[in-house]
């Protein structure tokens, strides 16, 4: 592959979710397993590599995510679905096999992920995407009417995969111009449907339940968070949403919460002060009530004890 113009950065498979996080290239990542693993062996396949100016990301991961950080600084990132992504709750939206997802510059990264999610990556330069845009006679328009998940055409997608699965699979034949290619029709694809929004993938009741769920979740919204009351709101019952749940992130709508609100304690004592903050008030921030029953649980997820992280 490096003879081809494809420098390998990573290659490499993770048992260990927060090794996987340390390890990426560029990307700052801070990754949550949504469940216990199922049993022993990798958790994660990640290769990463550049080829020119272009950077390329895999990754398949074979455990729901709780996902947050932040992806290559200055760039745009494309993220295209493999054939196992399913459906993805990314910043707000509930998207699904033949969405293309943009992260523009400075864009966070806040999504929840299946069990079994598939993903490539390709981040260019804005200077790169003027040029991409040139070559075909477009006007990049204004940052608010460009869609930040849009469709690509469906030969298009059967091409971008066929032609990133040589990548995925490992070391192989590989020509930049196929990626340069590639690069340019999803850009083009992109700036094309400025002003356009795609229809939502998941417009049943449960589906609706389970993103206004996703969204208090993704703010930290979860002292308060009861499944009853959603199930109320939404007219819709708990088996259906149960069922929903299991669906798309493998856990129970109370398991993935109580994970959720560890999380969210987690990342409010990494940012806490000892001096003006105890584990108590995290505890109570986050819904938490019985102090032994979350130390043993927050040890177990997190590899220390709840008051280590504090005073850290």
């Known amino acids: 592959m490096e003879g081809s113009g494809f420098q390998t950065l990573i290659a490499a498979e993770f048992t260990d979710v927060d090794q996987l996080c340390a390890n990426a290239r560029h990307w700052d990542l801070s990754f949550r397993p949504l469940a216990a693993p199922a049993g022993p062996g ?18 398949r991961f074979l455990v729901g995510l709780d996902q947050r950080g932040a992806p290559p600084a200055g760039k745009f990132t494309f993220t295209i679905p493999g054939s196992s992504l399913g459906q993805l709750w990314w910043r707000g939206q509930t998207t699904g096999a033949q969405d293309i997802l943009v992260f ?61 699965a ?27 449907q400025a002003g356009l929004r795609p229809r939502r993938t998941d417009p049943s009741a449960s589906g609706r339940v389970v993103d206004a769920f996703l969204e208090r979740v993704s703010e930290g919204d979860v002292r308060d968070l009861r499944i009853s009351d959603l199930c ?3 007219n819709i019952s708990r088996r259906a949403l149960e069922l929903t749940f299991r669906e798309r992130f493998g ?3 109370s398991a993935f919460l109580k994970r959720m609100r560890l999380c969210q304690a987690y990342r409010d004592l990494t940012a806490a002060s000892s001096i003006d903050r105890t584990v108590g008030d995290v505890m109570d921030k986050v819904g938490l009530t019985h102090v032994g029953r979350f130390a043993q649980e927050y040890r177990s997820l997190f590899g220390e004890l709840p008051s280590h992280t504090l005073a850290q």
């Open 166 to 192: 040589g990548l995925g699979a490992g070391p192989g034949p590989f020509a930049f111009c196929d990626l340069d290619i590639l690069a340019e029709g999803l850009v083009c694809s992109w700036l094309s």
């Open 42 to 59: 990798a958790l994660a396949r990640m290769l990463q590599g550049r080829a020119r100016r272009i950077d390329y990301s895999y990754a």
């Open 232 to 234: 109320v709101a939404g």
């Open 251 to 253: 856990v129970s709508p």
């Open 104 to 164: 523009s510059p400075s864009t966070e990264l806040a999504s929840f992920s299946g069990p079994d999610f598939e993903v490539h990556l390709i981040s260019i330069t804005p200077e790169d995407l003027a040029a991409y845009a040139e070559r075909r006679g477009l006007e990049v328009p204004a940052k608010a009417r460009l869609p930040s998940v849009f469709k690509l055409p469906v030969a298009h997608l059967r091409r971008a995969r066929r032609v990133l």
